[in-house]
C-alpha cells in the first residue's frame, strides 16, 4: 500500500516548527533536504516500528542515527529509566549509576584503564583530541575525509587541494587558523599517511579514525589500513583515537578497533552506550586519562555530565547484550542487504552496492566496492532520494539522506523485514525509473 509521506499533521506541523525553529529541526539531516520534501514528525516507537503524528507506521531503520539498538523503547530500559527519574533528575554531584556503568563498559572494553561521562559524541571527540595535545605537547590532528567526529570546530576540516597539511574549515564561523592544525588524507590510504608521518610526524598529536566508516555510507576499512595507522602513529610518539561512537557496542559487546586491527590510546563512544539518552565518552590509558582535571592540566567538564537517566539507560541496554543479540543482529542484517541485492538485480538497478559491517549498511547507487568518500559520493542522490520516498510511502523509515549509514535494530525480526519487502523492491524500481516523483 502506498499513501505519500508526510501526511497532513506533519506537514501542519513542519511548518509551524519552521516559524520558530532553525529550518524546522535541531539537527540538520533531519530536515530531508538532502531528499526533498518534508520530514515526517514521530509521536511514538515501539520496538522495531516507529509510528507518525498521522497515526502510520513505519519501519525503523535509522534507530536514531544507531544509538537504539534494541529498538525503540526497550521495556527494561524505559522501566530503569522512569525508576532512576522518580529518585531525583541530576544531582551534580557523584551518583552510583556514574561508577556502575564505566565498570560495565570496562569489563567489556578493558584498555579503557580510565573513563570520562560527557553528554554528547561531539564532546567526546573534541576532549579527546585536547587530551591528546596535552599529553603529547603537539599541536596537529589527523583525520580522514569523510570521517565524522561531531562538530567542534578543529574537526570540521576538509582537504585542501594542494599540501596534505593545509585544510580548510567544512563550516562559516570556522577560523582557517583552527582547522590549519588539522590534516585531513583519504580514509585507506596507507601510503599519504606514511608520507604525512614522514614529514611531520613529530608535530602530530593523535590521528582520529572511524574503525568502519559509518558517516559516508558504510566504508569498511582495507586489509592493513588501520594496521598502518596504529604503527605509523605510535613509532611517532602520536596517539591513535579510535571514534567508536558507532561502533562501540554495535558491532560486538565492546570495542571493535582491536579485532578489526586498530590499538588505540583513546578510544570515544556514545549512541549505543547511552540507550537512547544523551551520552558520549571517552577513555583509555590510565597515564593518558589522568591528565585530565581533577587529576591533571587538561580541562574538561559538564554541568548534566554522567546524567543519571542517561546512566540508567546505558546500563539497562548494556545488561541485555548477550550473544544472542548479536547473533540474531547478524541475521537481519545480512537477510536485509540480500534483499536489497536481489531486489536490485530484479528491477535492474545498476550500479547498485551494499557495504555491510554487522548491522551497519551502506546503500550506494554507485559501483563498488567503496574504499573511501570519492567512491562514496559517486553515489546518485537523486537515484536514493527515489528509493527512500518510494519506501517512505510504503512504511519503511530509511536514512534521509545518501550518504548516512542504514541501522538494523535487535527488535527488527525476519518477518518484519519480509513484511517491508514489497516497499525496498518499490524503493528500488522507482530509484531506476526517471522522472519519478519528487
Ligand atoms: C554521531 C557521531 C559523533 C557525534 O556524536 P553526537 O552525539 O552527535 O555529538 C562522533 N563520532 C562519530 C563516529 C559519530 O558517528
Given amino acids: 500500500m502506498s499513501r505519500p509521506s508526510p501526511g497532513p499533521v506533519s506537514r501542519r506541523l513542519a511548518h509551524r516548527a519552521a516559524r520558530v525553529l532553525v529550518g524546522g529541526v535541531d539537527s540538520p539531516v533531519r530536515s530531508f533536504r538532502a531528499v526533498g520534501g518534508t520530514p515526517v514528525f514521530f509521536a511514538r516507537g515501539r520496538g522495531a516500528y516507529l509510528f507518525d503524528v498521522d497515526g502510520r507506521r513505519y519501519l525503523d ?24 527519574a522518580l529518585r531525583g533528575l541530576t544531582f551534580g554531584a557523584p551518583s552510583p549509576l556514574e561508577h556502575e556503568l564505566a565498570e560495565r563498559i570496562r569489563r567489556a572494553a578493558p584498555e579503557l584503564e580510565r573513563l570520562r561521562f560527557v553528554s554528547s559524541g ?6 579527546a583530541v585536547r587530551l591528546a595535545r596535552g599529553f603529547t605537547g603537539r599541536p596537529k590532528v589527523v583525520k580522514f575525509a569523510g570521517g565524522y567526529h561531531g562538530h567542534s570546530d578543529g574537526l570540521l576540516a576538509r582537504a585542501g587541494s594542494g599540501l596534505a597539511t ?88 565492546g570495542t571493535v578497533h582491536d579485532s578489526l586491527g586498530l590499538t588505540a590510546d583513546l578510544v570515544t563512544l556514545g549512541k549505543v552506550v547511552g540507550g537512547g539518552m544523551p551520552v558520549g565518552a571517552y577513555g583509555g590509558r590510565r597515564e593518558v586519562m589522568e591528565l585530565v582535571a581533577p587529576l591533571g592540566p587538561v580541562y574538561q567538564a559538564g554541568t548534566l555530565s554522567g546524567h543519571p537517566l542517561a546512566m540508567a539507560a546505558g546500563l539497562a541496554t548494556l545488561d541485555r547484550l548477550s550473544p544472542a543479540v548479536y547473533r540474531a543482529l547478524e541475521r537481519s542484517s545480512s537477510d536485509l542487504e540480500e534483499r536489497l541485492v536481489r531486489s536490485a538485480e530484479e528491477e535492474g538497478v545498476d550500479p547498485f552496492t551494499v557495504e555491510r559491517v554487522g ?36 512504511g519503511v523509515y530509511l536514512p534521509p539522506s545518501a550518504l548516512e549509514t542504514t541501522f538494523v535494530s535487535a527488535a527488527i525480526r525476519p518477518e518484519d523485514l519480509e513484511r517491508a519487502q514489497g516497499a525496498l523492491r518499490s524503493g528500488l524500481r522507482a530509484a531506476r525509473r526517471r522522472g519519478a516523483r519528487r
Avoid: C
Fill in 359 to 394: 548491522s551497519m549498511l551502506g546503500v550506494f547507487f554507485a559501483p563498488g566496492p567503496i574504499r573511501d568518500d570519492r567512491d562514496a559520493g559517486r553515489t546518485d542522490r537523486a537515484q536514493y532520494a527515489r528509493f527512500f520516498h518510494a519506501a517512505l510511502d510504503r
Fill in 61 to 84: 531503520l535509522v534507530g536514531s542515527w544507531g544509538a537504539n539498538l534494541l529498538g525503540n523503547a526497550p521495556p527494561d530500559v524505559v522501566r530503569a529509566v522512569r525508576k532512576t
Fill in 166 to 253: 593545509a585544510s580548510l574549515p567544512d563550516s562559516a564561523g570556522v577560523p582557517p587558523t583552527i582547522v590549519g592544525e588539522t590534516v585531513v588524507l583519504s580514509y585507506n590510504d596507507p601510503e599519504a599517511l606514511a608520507d604525512l608521518f614522514g614529514r611531520h610526524g613529530r608535530s602530530i598529536a593523535a590521528v582520529v579514525v572511524e574503525p568502519v566508516g559509518g558517516n559516508m555510507g558504510v566504508v569498511p576499512p582495507r586489509p592493513g589500513f588501520l594496521e598502518a595507522v596504529s604503527s605509523l602513529a605510535h613509532r611517532s610518539g602520536s596517539l591513535v583515537i579510535a571514534d567508536e561512537v558507532i561502533t562501540g557496542f554495535r558491532l560486538r559487546n
Fill in 122 to 127: 561531539t564532546e567526546a571527540v573534541m576532549s
